[in-house]
């Protein structure tokens, strides 16, 4: 009985940070999807693939969450250290996923359009995958109370299996991203996500570098 509580916990706790998890990953998900090809079909294999990265994030999460009794006990250093890792990593994510984005509709659709598709296919899965990875580490607020729970339970399957809940409860906030897939590309819209995205990698680099120098506390 006490099990289906903490899980129920999880969900509730999962529903109740979506807001803040879109507030989170929605600049970064955003320019992204719109950097691919237009099509429900495409954004649903797209955010599923995020989706199912940003899970292996949680999971790993969830294991050290419980390794160490709680993330959230270490000094405040080592974890500006970590967030400060993964911030410069998704920044360079997101510059070469700007980089690469120009060769969509850079040339017309009649020209070598199976091998566009095609590298825009590979390069959109891979770079779901790396964004989901990445932004599923992201130790927000409500990750490091989901963290604080799953560390108080008593086993690492109970941890990864309230981590999963916890997921399930975010994600649904994730599910109307989809609709994007019916705005058409044109190249002025992939310039704008371009612009965005590369925006969005200074802003995490720049605090990534902060982090890592020790000038930037993030609120711990």
Do not use: D
């Not at 989706?51 to 949680?58: E, F, I, N, Q």
């Not at 897939?181 to 310039?191: F, K």
């Amino acid at each position: 009985m006490a099990a289906f509580a903490s899980f129920g916990e999880a969900l509730a706790l999962g529903l109740a940070s979506g807001p803040a998890c879109i507030a989170a990953c929605g600049p970064v998900l955003v320019p992204s999807l719109l950097t691919e090809r237009a099509g429900f079909r495409p954004h649903a294999r797209y955010l599923s693939v995020f989706l199912a990265a940003r899970l292996v994030g949680y999971m790993i999460f969830a294991v050290v969450a419980w390794e160490l009794g709680a993330l959230v006990s270490l000094p405040p250093a080592p974890r500006l250290l970590m967030m400060g890792v993964v911030y410069v990593l998704l920044a360079g994510v997101l510059i070469g996923y700007a980089v690469s984005a120009r060769r969509t509709c850079a040339q017309p659709c009649a020209e070598s359009k199976l091998v566009q598709i095609g590298e825009s296919k590979n390069r959109g899965l891979a770079g779901a995958a790396s964004l989901g990875l990445l932004t599923g580490l992201n130790l927000c607020p409500p990750f490091l109370v989901a963290g604080i729970r799953a560390a108080q339970l008593g086993s690492m399957a109970a941890a990864l299996i309230f981590f999963a809940v916890f997921f399930l409860g975010t994600s649904i906030w994730f599910v109307p991203f989809v609709g994007l897939g019916c705005i058409v590309r044109n190249q002025a819209v992939i310039t704008v996500a371009r612009m965005a995205m590369a925006l969005i990698a200074l802003y995490y680099l720049s605090m990534g570098i902060a982090m890592l120098l020790g000038k930037k506390t993030y609120g711990y």
